[in-house]
């Protein structure tokens, strides 16, 4: 069956490896992700004043396109994406004189928006629709012995009404893993930010934030984190570097997309080149598991 | 120095503007102090979440609007999901963002960022903090 | 001898902690007269009654100690179990080793050892116990109720309505008390005298009630059940029957005096009537204002009256009225402020109490109800609330919160807010209490709504500048000093017990606390009665309080009275003073001590007698008697001897 796919701009460069193992195991469980064409950038971060329709455009855009293809839905894997283009719909789509303004923003398009496409992540379809239990049925290699963290940072779960589960307790990507024959851990830091964006302006910032969630992960008995976005994988995994200069007594550990773990236990194998794309080595843990 | 109150400073033209671009109303807030407990970045702060909210709420807008905070705040939105009177506070930080972007007033500018970050940082990271911080 | 049961109480952990009961049940098992003893984790629980009644059988018991806690909180409990058993419940004594013993005691062993002590006294007391019976007293079915504020009338109406008759008596002229004052009542904004003045005609249509406005209590003697009241009334020199209301009399009256109603903010005349809607509706003349109580007599007035009822010849009345019980209900004065001088009270024609206040907001005050300032009549644009003035500060004024002021001062500030649109009030506090009943919502929906400032924090001072009074405060949230220059500035002053409440309380015997306020005989189960048989307690004359508070009060003691009248009779504790006629020389100085005028003199005897019916069982006249004569049923001489005994020989 095939999915209406948006990518990203990251994932086309610094998270090709989420992308990649997403399509392997996508393919395994019977789906196809295929991707949407002509998309742009989603505008990354969501613009929250109240007047702001010009910074709405990008993710509008978007939607407008694949209304023009005819998709009545979109599925996304970066949590960035999701979000941005989750509010920027409804913030559009709540009266109709923003939308009708956003039209005549983009006069020069063929069409007039009206709404009508959805946007789900990965991670619902697969607990929704595909369900857990199907997926545990399809594992060849069990994580176990893996003591793994979910990560979900903010975006799957704020603002509230687009959390893709309970706010302050969720449990899908712990569930996923667990699936997978892995043991979740639930840490305490697992819904704090990472520090997003500031990794450029304050990047002080975000090495603290990588430090204290990561130090939490540990102390909560996890070998290794999973996320599902690509700026909280930048700031968790590839500021590690900066974290070790900064606290000597820092100590590494491996962040991963929980597509690369899925691609592991169903049987897709461990690319080298994702490993590349990695600061922490991931490969250490999973030879030791006896997973590649 | 005293702050000199006056009705004319309480919901002042920029207050209203703060609280037209975030939709939200400052007097709902009761500083609780949630929003600053929760809030990931507030070591880093120079006022609370909470005291943007106090010092809306008494017209204190020069102090907010030149505050370290507004920039420091990473849009996580721990403090609106958590604020028991439904004070969705990231969208003050954005509208406070966004009063001073607009006057050409940013932190971020593109050409300062560190070559070697420059090659590593994601499109997403890039891209992100242009929009939150560059005016 | 008595054949006696000992059972001592664990109380959880609260006697068991400290006193090693295990031990002294060993001690005390052979102790003379103990014929069965036993411990138990709660004697009070069911199973500890029963194993109580149960022993009383097997081993044929004939007293009991129940060494446990304070008499005041299980003594009829046991005493009930021993009814059951038939015997007698003056058979029982209860030895207090908790209050008395293992919550004041931390070291085990000594703890121990004084509850031992305390034990064996009790048990040589319970040996020379007498049975005895209750003794029975006729009931005078009708209530005196002191204050016509909302708590007075409430309370009189209550028990009214259920059929018995009232008394009620007001020292003012009319009844009301400060509710008939304000203007809107928070959190619900009614019209507060729109609210009042039903009562207050139900009051004085109600057959059951009798009405003594403009009077005082004199004295007040008897016992619970039959009490004898003098109440005295102050004349109104105007004959209510023939006072038409007309205000003729106002008119040319010479005097000017602050009205009492208005807080001042106005004047009212040597001859006048408190407020439009008083009750009794009657003018009257206040004494110490008016001329014509004067040598060179000014009988404007009198001359002006068309139907003639103005009197200057009234004399105050006294009455003497029997009643079984009384509520007291004589209400709050708002803390006097001439000792704020911080806050500039007194001095400043614009700085203003909460009473005051009221008074402008509400439709019948001196301003219509239209939001103007007394100096010079200008529309108040910047209004500085001070919460707290001169509550919660233990060091300066009043230690404790008055519970009101949060509520009413918001309830200003809204009010405020309706009648000046353009205007700011700000609210100085520390906290907001907001307790009640809708009242938190009622804070919030103010605040987000009507853009009320909140400024976290106490004002250091307030002095004029121009036509401005500047506050000086403090935002304790931003750290911010802040400065407001105000047009107006209104004082939450706290709330004190009514003037003179001390002399009616010496007159009534009743306690006060270090505040002044009425004592309840338990804070928590025992909230609306006084420690004293037949006196009840209704409104803020018991501590501070809002309308609903004191409403619920009144009712309750209203119900507590009800209690009580529903019985024929009422019976009295049977221990009570006797006199051994052959020792009583009959000098008479027990008949000068008994404070409940029990004792008499029988002159052809020449002994002193008891009216056991007024006897309280205080001792105060076993103790003075020089002969002896006088003992108390079972607190005899030879009981206290023995009981002294135990720990002499300890
Ligand atoms: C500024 C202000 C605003 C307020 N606003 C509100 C509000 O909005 N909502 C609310 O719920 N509450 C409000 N309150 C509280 C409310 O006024 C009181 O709870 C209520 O009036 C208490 O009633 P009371 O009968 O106990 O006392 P009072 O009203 O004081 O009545 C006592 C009566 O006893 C009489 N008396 C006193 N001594 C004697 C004596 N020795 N012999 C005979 N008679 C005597 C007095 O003359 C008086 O008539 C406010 C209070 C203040 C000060
Ligand atoms: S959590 Fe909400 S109410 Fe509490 S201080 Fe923050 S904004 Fe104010
Ligand atoms: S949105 Fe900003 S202010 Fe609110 S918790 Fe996150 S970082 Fe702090």
């Given amino acids: 069956m095939k999915l209406p796919y948006y990518p990203g701009c990251t994932l086309k460069a610094n998270a090709a490896n989420f992308e990649e193992a997403a399509m392997r195991v996508m393919k395994d469980l019977g789906y ?31 939607l407008l396109r694949a209304e023009e293809q005819n998709l009545n839905e979109l599925v996304v894997l970066c949590s960035m994406c999701y979000n941005t283009l989750q509010r920027a719909k409804k913030f559009i789509t709540e009266d109709e004189e923003s939308l009708d303004k956003v039209n005549d923003l983009m006069y020069k398009e063929n069409i007039r928006y009206k709404g009508s496409v959805d946007v789900t992540h990965l991670l619902t379809v697969l607990k929704d629709r595909i369900t857990f239990d199907r997926i545990k049925e399809k594992v060849e290699k069990p994580l176990s012995l893996l003591k793994i963290g979910g990560y979900y940072g903010c975006l799957l779960l704020r603002p509230k009404e687009f959390a893709i589960d309970d706010f302050e307790d969720p449990t899908i990507i712990e569930d996923l893993l667990s699936s997978l024959g892995a043991e979740s851990i639930v840490f305490p830091y697992r819904l704090e930010c990472c520090g997003a964006y500031q990794t450029i302006t304050k990047k002080d910032v975000t090495i603290k934030r990588t430090y204290e969630i990561i130090n939490s992960a540990r102390k909560s008995g996890c070998e290794a984190i999973v996320t599902s976005c690509p700026l909280c994988a930048f700031n968790l995994d590839q500021r590690q570097k900066e974290t070790a200069e900064e606290f000597i007594e820092f100590e590494q550990m491996p962040v991963f997309y929980f597509t690369e773990l899925m691609s592991v236990a169903l049987g897709g194998g461990w690319d080298k080149s994702w490993s590349k794309l990695h600061y922490a080595d991931p490969e250490p843990i999973l030879k030791e598991k006896g997973l590649i | 120095m005293s702050y000199k109150m006056t009705r004319d400073i309480i919901k002042n033209s920029l207050v209203q503007k703060i609280e037209e671009l975030s939709g939200q109303n400052v007097f709902d807030c009761y500083q609780c102090g949630n929003c600053s407990s929760g809030c990931p970045v507030v070591d880093y702060m120079d006022i609370m979440p909470n005291q943007v909210l106090r010092l809306a709420q008494l017209g204190a807008t020069e102090d907010i609007l030149n505050s370290e905070t507004i920039w420091i705040c990473s849009a996580c939105l721990q403090c609106s999901t958590r604020c028991p009177k439904g004070v969705e506070v990231a969208k003050v930080m954005e509208a406070l963002r966004s009063i001073n972007l607009r006057k050409r007033i940013g932190t971020l500018d593109p050409k300062k960022i560190e070559i070697e970050d420059l090659q590593n940082l994601p499109p997403i990271a890039l891209v992100g903090a242009f929009r939150k911080l560059t005016g | 001898m008595k054949r006696i049961g000992v ?17 002294i049940t060993e001690e005390i098992a052979d102790y003379p007269g103990v014929a069965y003893i036993e411990n138990y984790i709660f004697m009070c629980s069911e199973p500890g009654q029963k194993l109580i009644r149960d022993v ?128 809107e009542t928070f959190p619900t904004l009614d019209c507060s005298q729109c609210i009042m003045t039903p009562k207050m005609v139900a009051i004085n249509k109600h057959k059951n009630i009798k009405l003594y406005a403009n009077s005082e209590i004199e004295s007040i003697e008897g016992f619970f059940g039959n009490f004898k009241v003098r109440i005295k009334r102050k004349p109104l020199y105007v004959d209510p029957d023939k006072c038409t209301l007309c205000d003729d009399c106002t008119a040319v009256c010479p005097v000017v005096v602050p009205s009492e109603y208005d807080e001042g903010l106005t004047w009212r005349k040597a001859i006048y009537i408190p407020f439009p809607q008083s009750i009794p509706a009657t003018f009257t003349i206040d004494t110490e204002n008016c001329l014509g109580f004067n040598p060179i007599a000014c009988t404007k007035c009198q001359d002006a009256c068309e139907p003639d009822a103005i009197n200057y010849d009234m004399k105050p009345e006294t009455f003497e009225e029997e009643i079984g019980a009384v509520i007291v209900a004589t209400g709050f004065d708002l803390n006097p402020v001439e000792n704020m001088a911080e806050y500039g009270y007194g001095k400043y024609p614009d700085v203003l109490n909460g009473l005051q206040f009221e008074r402008i907001l509400s439709a019948t005050g001196p301003t219509g109800g239209e939001m103007f300032r007394p100096s010079d009549g200008k529309v108040p644009k910047e209004v500085v609330f001070i919460q707290c003035s001169g509550s919660r500060d233990p060091e300066r004024h009043l230690p404790y919160c008055s519970r009101i002021c949060c509520m009413y001062t918001l309830k200003h500030a809204k009010l405020y807010k309706h009648k000046v649109h353009d205007g700011q009030p700000y609210i100085f506090y520390i906290d907001i209490r907001s307790g009640g009943k809708r009242y938190e919502e009622f804070v919030q929906q103010a605040v987000s709504e009507d853009g009320i400032v909140y400024i976290r924090g106490k004002v250091s001072r307030v002095y004029r500048e121009g036509e401005k009074m500047i506050v000086h405060g403090m935002d304790t949230l931003t750290g911010k000093k802040i400065e407001i220059e105000a047009d107006m500035v209104v004082l939450a002053m706290g709330i004190i017990p009514s003037a003179d409440t001390d002399k009616l309380v010496n007159i009534l015997r009743l306690n006060t606390d270090e505040n002044g306020f009425l004592v309840e005989a338990h804070p928590k189960l025992r909230p609306v009665e006084s420690i004293q048989s037949g006196f009840y307690l209704a409104g803020t004359a018991q501590g501070p309080k809002d309308i609903p508070d004191a409403v619920s009060q009144a009712s309750g003691a209203a119900a507590k009275v009800l209690a009580l009248m529903s ?84």
Wanted: glycine share 6%; charged share 20%; aromatic share 4%.
């Fill in chain 3, 567 to 650: 019985n024929d009779e009422i019976s009295h504790s049977p221990i009570v003073a006797i006199v051994n006629e052959d020792l009583c020389s009959g000098c008479g100085i027990c008949v000068d001590t008994c404070p409940y005028g029990a004792r008499e003199l029988d002159i052809i005897e020449k002994i002193a007698t008891v009216n056991d019916v007024l006897c309280e069982g205080c001792g105060a006249c076993i103790s003075v008697c020089p002969a002896s004569a006088a003992q108390q049923k079972n607190l005899t001489d030879e009981q206290i001897f023995n009981m002294i005994r135990i720990y002499t020989n300890a």
């Fill in chain 1, 32 to 62: 196809e992700l295929q991707e949407m064409k002509d998309w742009v950038c989603c505008g990354t971060v969501f613009s929250m004043t109240n007047d702001d329709l010009m910074l709405q455009l990008a993710s509008i855009r978007n």
């Fill in chain 3, 7 to 23: 059972f001592i109480c664990h109380c959880g952990i609260n006697i068991k902690g400290t006193v090693d009961v295990e031990k």
């Fill in chain 3, 56 to 183: 009383i059988i097997e081993h044929k018991l004939d007293g009991v100690v129940v060494a446990a806690c304070s008499p005041t909180l299980h003594e009829t409990t046991f005493q009930d179990a021993l009814e059951e058993m038939n015997i007698n419940r003056h058979q029982l004594e209860v030895a207090n080793i908790r209050e008395q013993c293992s919550w004041v005691h931390t070291d085990i062993e000594e703890s121990t050892r004084k509850a031992n002590l305390i034990i064996k006294t009790a048990i040589e007391k319970l040996k020379l116990n007498e049975s005895l019976t209750p003794i029975f007293a006729p009931l005078t079915k009708r209530t005196l109720v002191i204050g016509g504020g909302i708590a007075g009338i409430q309370a009189a109406l209550d028990i009214a309505d259920g059929g018995y008759e009232v008394l009620l008596v007001e020292r003012n002229p009319s009844i009301g008390g400060h509710m008939i004052q304000l203007s």
